[in-house]
């Protein structure tokens, strides 16, 4: 005998057999064919329910405890058909509810699901820590230091719980502004250095290491875009690989209360920062020795595909013993991004104005623009909105040198307006000219 009419005949290990009569037709076939027949006799005859349809249905029913009296009609698993039924899944009449109100076989078999319930709102800083950890699915909190104290006159005081870390208070004692200490990992952070478009920096103290450091914390409006963080962090870890004398080094990059940061070696900003914010015009040797340490930084940046793309005097700084390093690497992007990045307006070239590209030329500007500040003592350009001062670099050039300072020599201003000028072929094409030409000049003096 062949294999499949036999498969075909066993459904539940039973065989088929014909009804006797008709009133016998549902009785004889299996138990789930059965279920798939129950329909009522006082609707007009439609498509069948599928035997899945109905199982899932009726499970769902059951495991939300419905009963006949809620709705749901349990099926007969009797041979005789007694009336229950032959009722439709139609919900049975109540006295409770009126007839308008009464629950539709859909909603009796698919209850609607009640609403998860929301939870509790949480704290902004909790809430962007949750949602915008970087590092490795790594964020630590920023917290108070167990007793506080004064970094002027060493006085302990004590805060209120509610108040955040690293505010800025007046100190009880010495009324002397400064920021309350508060730990990030282990690292404390006891000063606050400078505060820019990016963000905060504060020197802080490694207890792991025993050393002091500075810490750049970037802002809120930095860390708004997911993807930008991921980018910078990236971009950051890269040029964690430069080693160069004239390169600030980054020490480790982490997430503290949904913000990213910097660890980075602490330096001085006396010898040149300050002195330029102060009006200050710098020594024409200094100030070349200057350029051209910041050169072969920029140099060694720019053959790993690197662009600074916001050199400034607020990003040269120097070391103990007088070495001008470059700072805030950590905000390069790839040369292959031809609008990435960020900067300051008053030293962007023209063409990253206008977007049209950037290359290494573009951090010849920025830091041509810094040398003239440096040596001027004051801004080529001293317009402060920055809609209007893009118009200005866009249609005017800076003044040369040796017009507002006579004493300076020719090939000095000649070098640093070279490396200002509008269109980037007009710059030197490459590093090495560059640099030999500071050679040349300070050669010269």
Known sequence: MPLLPTLALAVDEKTYAPPTHQSDHRSALPKKRRLSCLESPS?????????????SSLKHAKNKGLTEEQ???????????PPSAQKSLLPAASTALPESKRPTPRQALNPPQKSPQKSPKKSRRKSRRESRCIIGGKDVPIILTDRPCCIHCGVHFAVDDDIEPLSRINCPSCQKRQIITARIDHFICKHRLGRGGMGVTYQAFDESLRRDVAIKIFSKNMTRNQINIENMVNEARKAAALSHPHIVPIYSIGSADGAPY????????????????????????FTLEVGLSICKALCEANKKQLLHLDVKPANILTDSNGVAKLIDFGLACQMHD?????????????????????????DQYSLGISLWRMLAGKA????????????IILSEAPPILTTLKPELHEWTAGLIYKMMAYKAEDRYQSYPKLIKSFETVLDAL
């Open 380 to 391: 080529p350009f001293t317009e402060t909105d920055v809609p209007k001062l893009s118009k």
């Open 262 to 285: 910097i660890v980075m070696e602490l330096l001085s900003d006396d010898l040149i920062y300050n002195k330029v914010c102060k009006g200050e015009a710098l020594d024409e040797r």
């Open 43 to 55: 609707q007009p005859k439609t498509k069948k329910r599928s035997l899945l349809r109905f199982s």
């Open 338 to 362: 031809p609008l990435k990045g960020w900067g300051t307006c008053l030293y962007m070239p023209p063409e990253r104005l206008t977007r049209k590209g950037q290359d290494w030329k573009s």
């Open 71 to 81: 709705g749901i009609s349990q099926p007969c698993t009797n041979n005789a058909d």
